[in-house]
C-alpha cells in the first residue's frame, strides 16, 4: 500500500505540468465541493464550514492556492467570514445547503464554466442528505464517480480529495465501505482519489459537553477546526509532492 502511495505521489508531483513545479508560477486551483456544511453562513451561529480554517492553514504553510467555484456566498448572504491577521478569506465555493450528490453532478457542468481554470485538487463532502436513501450505489457513488470522471476530462491529473460523512454510524457507516471500493476503483498514478476519515474523533452529539456540532450535523467551530485538519492532513503531502517540497525534519 505504501508503495502505491508513493507511486501515486511521484505522478502527483507532475500534475501541473509545465505551469507549476518547485518554482510555483501560478496559485494551485481547490475546489471545496458539497453541500451545507462545505457552503455554511447560517445567520444565526458562527457556520465558517471548514473552508475557512484550512484557508488559513495553506497559506501558513506557504501553500500559494486560489479556492475556486461558481459561490461566493453562504446560506445567509449578509453572512461575513472574518479576515485573519489582515488577510481577507477566499470566498469561493462549490457548496450547496441542503443538496444531494446526484443534482451536484448533474449541475457540474455548468458550474465548472465559472471557474478560472480546471481544479487541480477537489475536496468533495457530499452524502449527509442522501442518508434517507434505499440505494446508496445509485444515489450518491455513481454521481460521485461521475464527478471525478468530468473532472479529469478538464484535467487529467486533477486530484481529489473524497471526504467521509462525520458520522460513526447508520447510514454514513453504510456508505463507507461503498465510498472506500469506489475510491480505491477510481484512483489512478496520475489522478490519485484519497478517502479522508473525518469521522474518527469526530463527536456529533450536540449534548455532549465536547460536541463537534450544533445540531449533530453543522459543525461548530471545533468541528470545523477538526475537519479542516484532517483535510490538511490529507492533502499535504500530494501538495509537497506537487510543489517538488521536501517534507520537513520533525
Not at 462545505?38 to 475557512?52: A, D, I, K, S, V
Not at 461558481?70 to 488577510?87: C, E
Not at 480529495?161 to 453504510?174: C, P, R, S, Y
Request: include cysteine; hydrophobic fraction near 40%; proline fraction near 8%.
Amino acid at each position: 500500500m505504501e508503495t502505491t502511495r508513493n507511486v501515486a505521489l511521484a505522478f502527483a508531483a507532475l500534475a501541473l505540468g509545465s505551469t507549476a513545479t518547485a518554482r510555483q508560477t501560478r496559485p494551485l486551483r481547490i475546489l471545496p465541493l458539497g453541500d451545507s456544511i462545505t457552503q455554511g453562513g447560517n445567520g444565526t451561529r458562527p457556520e465558517f464550514t471548514w473552508r475557512y480554517p484550512l484557508y488559513y492553514m495553506l497559506l501558513k504553510e506557504k501553500y500559494v492556492v486560489d479556492f475556486i467555484g461558481s459561490m461566493k456566498t453562504g446560506l445567509n448572504p449578509a453572512f461575513k467570514w472574518p479576515a485573519r491577521d489582515g488577510v481577507k478569506f477566499d470566498l469561493d465555493h462549490e457548496g450547496h445547503y441542503g443538496w444531494k450528490t446526484a443534482p451536484c453532478r448533474d449541475n457540474l457542468a455548468k458550474w465548472m464554466t465559472k471557474y478560472p481554470g480546471p481544479p487541480d485538487v477537489v475536496l468533495i463532502h457530499l452524502g449527509t442528505n442522501d442518508q434517507g436513501s434505499k440505494n446508496f450505489p445509485k444515489d450518491v457513488v455513481k454521481p460521485l464517480a461521475d464527478m471525478i470522471t468530468m473532472f479529469r476530462k478538464k484535467n487529467p491529473r486533477v486530484i481529489v480529495f473524497v471526504g467521509h460523512l462525520n458520522f460513526t454510524g447508520g447510514a454514513a457507516a453504510k456508505m463507507r465501505p461503498l465510498v472506500e471500493a469506489m475510491a480505491k476503483k477510481m484512483s489512478t498514478r496520475v489522478s490519485p482519489v484519497v478517502t479522508v476519515h473525518h469521522y474518527k474523533g469526530f463527536n456529533a452529539n450536540p449534548k455532549h459537553p465536547q460536541t463537534d456540532t450544533f445540531d449533530w450535523a453543522h459543525p461548530n467551530e471545533r468541528g470545523q477546526q477538526k475537519m479542516a485538519e484532517a483535510w490538511f492532513k490529507a492533502m499535504k503531502p500530494y501538495l509537497d509532492a506537487l510543489l517538488g517540497r521536501r517534507p520537513r525534519r520533525r
